[in-house]
C-alpha cells in the first residue's frame, strides 16, 4: 500500500496563523502580564481553516480503540481533506487510511458510518481492498494493470491507553515526543483495560478552544458549578508541567469523598493499584489538541471534541469502568454520569455565552487570574502554533 512520507518533523514551518501579531505577543508574554488569544483566534473563519490545515492535521484523537474491535471493523471520521477510514485487520491491528478510493476518489464509507466486512468495498467501480489497504481486485482491469502500484493511502496511527491518535500530515513530532510525561500519570488507571458504559453527545455553539480553557480552570467553579465545589475545593490542586504537547493538573476531593458525584461516594469500586494521592483527587489532563481526560480513582471520563466551525464543536463525552464493575448485576454508572452531564452543561452554558460575547467586536483579550495558569499553558501553546513554532 502507498504510505505519506513520516519523516517526524517537519520541513519547512507553516505560514503564520492570519491574527494579529500584537496581540498574539501579548498572549505570550510571562504569565501576570500576558492576555488571551486575539479575538479573531475565536471568531474568524480564516482562523479555523488555518487551524484545521495545521493543528488538527497533526497527532488528534480519533477515537476509542473499543469500538474498532473485531476483524474487519470499519469506521469513517470526518469528510473532504480530514475523511479517514478506520479498519481492524486481520492481524488484530487498527489501521487509518485517507477515506478515497485509488481509482476516482470516491469515499470508500460514508463519513460517520461503520461496517464490518471482510474488505474494504468502494461503492462506485467495486474496486476491493484487503484489510490491510493493499488492493485485491480491480474490475476490468488487464493482466497489464499492476495492483501494488494502487494499494490505500495509510495514515501514521497509535493505539495509547485505547485511545486511538492519528497523524494525517505524518509530519508531527513521533508519538513518544507527542505524549512525553504522560505515562507515569496514565498508566496506573490502565484506561485501556476498562469498558465504555455510557456516552453522551453535545453540539455546542462555541470555538473548541473556549472549551479547553474552560477546562483548564476552576476560577468560575465556586461561580457555576456548586455540586462540583462541594466535593472539590476550586482552589485546590496544582497544575503540572510536562516535556510533550499535553498539559493539565490534578484537584484534590474532600475528606471522606471517594469520587466525584454529587454526594462524594462511589457506586462502583476504586480502580487496582492506584495510589494514596490518586485515592484523594481527580487528574485532568488535555491531550493536545481535542481530547480531555479526566481520571478519577473509579472511572475515567474524556470528552473528544471535534471542531464543526468557528463557533460550533460537537463533543462526545464518555465514561469508562473496570470490567468487572460494570458486569455487576444492578450496576449503574448515574451517579458519575449524572454528576458530570449536570457540570458539562453548566459549563456549555457558560461557554457558549463567551463565545457571543467574543462575537462582538468590542471584544477585546483579556488578562489572566492568578488562579489560570492552566489557561495560560493551554494559551502560549496555541499562540506559539499560530506562530508557526510547533
Known amino acids: 500500500m502507498f504510505k505519506q512520507h513520516l519523516n517526524g518533523s517537519s520541513s519547512s514551518r507553516p505560514e503564520p496563523a492570519p491574527v494579529p501579531a500584537d496581540d498574539l505577543a501579548a498572549s505570550l508574554a510571562p504569565f501576570g502580564a500576558s492576555r488571551m488569544l486575539p479575538r479573531e483566534a475565536y471568531v474568524d473563519p480564516a482562523v479555523f481553516e488555518w487551524e484545521q490545515r495545521n493543528v488538527f492535521s497533526g497527532w488528534k484523537c480519533v477515537g476509542h480503540a473499543a469500538d474498532m474491535a473485531g476483524t474487519g471493523s470499519q469506521r469513517a471520521i470526518g469528510s473532504g481533506a480530514d475523511g479517514m477510514l478506520l479498519v481492524t485487520g486481520d492481524d488484530g491491528v487498527i489501521r487509518a487510511f485517507a477515506n478515497t478510493c485509488r481509482h476516482r476518489g470516491h469515499e470508500l464509507l460514508a463519513c460517520g458510518t461503520t461496517a464490518k466486512r471482510r474488505?474494504?468495498?468502494?461503492?462506485?467501480?467495486?474496486?476491493?481492498?484487503?484489510?490491510?489497504?493493499?488492493?485485491?481486485?480491480?474490475?476490468?482491469?488487464?493482466?497489464?494493470?499492476?495492483?501494488?502500484?494502487?494499494?490505500?493511502?495509510?495514515?501514521?496511527?497509535?493505539?495509547?491507553?485505547?485511545?486511538?491518535?492519528?497523524?494525517?500530515?505524518?509530519?508531527?513530532?513521533?508519538?513518544?515526543?507527542?505524549?512525553?510525561?504522560?505515562?507515569?500519570?496514565?498508566?496506573?488507571?490502565?484506561?485501556?483495560?476498562?469498558?465504555?458504559?455510557?456516552?453522551?453527545?453535545?453540539?455546542?455553539?462555541?470555538?473548541?478552544?473556549?472549551?479547553?480553557?474552560?477546562?483548564?480552570?476552576?476560577?468560575?467553579?465556586?461561580?457555576?458549578?456548586?455540586?462540583?465545589?462541594?466535593?472539590?475545593?476550586?482552589?485546590?490542586?496544582?497544575?503540572?508541567?510536562?516535556?510533550?504537547?499535553?498539559?493539565?493538573?490534578?484537584?484534590?476531593?474532600?475528606?471522606?469523598?471517594?469520587?466525584?458525584?454529587?454526594?462524594?461516594?462511589?457506586?462502583?469500586?476504586?480502580?487496582?493499584?492506584?495510589?494514596?494521592?490518586?485515592?484523594?483527587?481527580?487528574?485532568?489532563?488535555?491531550?493536545?489538541?481535542?481530547?480531555?481526560?479526566?481520571?478519577?480513582?473509579?472511572?475515567?471520563?474524556?470528552?473528544?471534541?471535534?471542531?464543526?466551525?468557528?463557533?460550533?464543536?460537537?463533543?462526545?463525552?464518555?465514561?469508562?469502568?473496570?470490567?468487572?464493575?460494570?458486569?455487576?448485576?444492578g450496576f449503574d454508572p448515574s451517579y458519575a454520569v449524572d454528576f458530570w452531564d449536570l457540570t458539562n452543561r453548566q459549563d456549555w452554558a457558560a461557554c457558549e455565552s463567551v463565545q457571543r460575547g467574543l462575537s462582538s467586536p468590542h471584544a477585546r483579550p483579556g488578562p489572566l487570574a492568578p488562579d489560570e495558569d492552566g489557561v495560560y499553558q493551554f494559551v502560549t501553546r496555541v499562540a506559539r502554533a499560530y506562530r508557526g513554532e510547533g
Open 119 to 329: 474488505g474494504i468495498v468502494c461503492p462506485y467501480h467495486s474496486w476491493s481492498y484487503r484489510l490491510d489497504g493493499s488492493l485485491r481486485s480491480a474490475p476490468g482491469f488487464d493482466d497489464g494493470f499492476n495492483p501494488g502500484e494502487f494499494g490505500l493511502t495509510e495514515l501514521r496511527l497509535v493505539d495509547w491507553h485505547g485511545w486511538l491518535f492519528v497523524d494525517a500530515s505524518g509530519t508531527d513530532v513521533e508519538f513518544t515526543d507527542h505524549v512525553a510525561g504522560l505515562e507515569d500519570v496514565v498508566s496506573g488507571y490502565r484506561p485501556e483495560d476498562l469498558v465504555i458504559v455510557d456516552r453522551h453527545s453535545y453540539e455546542l455553539a462555541t470555538n473548541w478552544k473556549v472549551i479547553a480553557e474552560n477546562y483548564q480552570e476552576c476560577y468560575h467553579c465556586s461561580t457555576i458549578h456548586p455540586e462540583l465545589s462541594k466535593i472539590s475545593p476550586p482552589t485546590s490542586g496544582e497544575n503540572l508541567h510536562f516535556e510533550g504537547s499535553w498539559m493539565g493538573g490534578w484537584m484534590s476531593m474532600i475528606e471522606g469523598a471517594e469520587t466525584m458525584s454529587f454526594t462524594g461516594k462511589s457506586g462502583g469500586v476504586a480502580i487496582k493499584g492506584l495510589s494514596e494521592h490518586e485515592l484523594s483527587t481527580v487528574m485532568y489532563l488535555v491531550g493536545f489538541p481535542n481530547l480531555l481526560v479526566s481520571l478519577h480513582p473509579d472511572y475515567v471520563m474524556t470528552h473528544l471534541m471535534t471542531p464543526l466551525a468557528a463557533d460550533r464543536t460537537h463533543v462526545e463525552c464518555a465514561w469508562a469502568f473496570p470490567k468487572d464493575v460494570a458486569a455487576q448485576e
